[in-house]
């Protein structure tokens, strides 16, 4: 089984939708209940074909030790940005908008309560950092795929192309798709919603 390992606004579902796609022809339903990979310990079933996406921050260590040593492959996924990320996090929190189309950002207005306060964001910074090395730590003796918020979703098509590419043949050894071959459907505007 793959785990996806990551913390809020990193892309984790549009990356869980892109493998969906391109190795199961499945589109994943966003709108679903949220699998919940385990319970006292103890993995329950997925609709979803041997791969979960986890967010670290809604366990406590132990659980998440737990996660990543269970499951054979894991997809770290993290930001390089952390700033932006713990920004778009406490907008998120203050707004209660944590998934919104470019139409919604189109046409968003802030009020000023929606600005979080300095001391939020630079919480979540430290948080953000400490999470990411916890996993790095956890994962040193394992396999484990390390991709970042801005590979899959900040760089030349190209770049993300060929890091898909090799994320997939990670999950899959056997994944033969060609670049032309790749869906890139997930980054389509009815499925991509870009964070900053």
């Not at 670290?56 to 499951?71: A, F, M, V």
């Not at 700033?83 to 707004?95: G, M, P, V």
């Not at 802030?110 to 910074?125: A, F, G, L, S, T």
């Amino acid at each position: 089984m793959i785990l996806i390992y990551a913390e809020a606004r990193t892309g984790s579902s549009n990356l869980l939708r892109s493998i969906m796609i391109n190795l199961f022809n499945r589109v994943y339903d966003i709108e679903a209940p949220h699998f919940e990979p385990f319970k006292n310990k103890k993995p329950r079933k997925s609709s979803l074909p041997y791969i979960i996406k986890h967010i670290g921050k809604h366990c406590g260590p132990e659980d998440n030790r737990y996660l990543l040593n269970k499951y054979e492959k894991i997809i770290l996924l993290t930001r390089d940005c952390v700033e932006n990320q713990a920004l778009s996090w406490a907008i998120a929190s203050k707004t209660k908008l944590w998934r919104f189309s470019k139409e919604h950002q189109e046409n968003m207005e802030y009020k000023k309560d929606d600005i979080p306060e300095v001391n939020q964001v630079e919480w979540r910074i430290k948080y953000l950092n400490s999470s990411k090395q916890y996993a790095l730590n956890t994962l040193k003796n394992k396999e484990y795929f390390h991709v970042t918020y801005e590979q899959l979703y900040a760089t030349s098509p190209y770049t993300r192309t060929y890091t898909l590419i090799n994320l997939l043949k990670f999950c899959d050894g056997g994944f033969s798709k060609t670049m032309d071959e790749l869906n890139m459907e997930f980054q389509h505007p009815k499925f991509c919603q870009r964070r900053s």
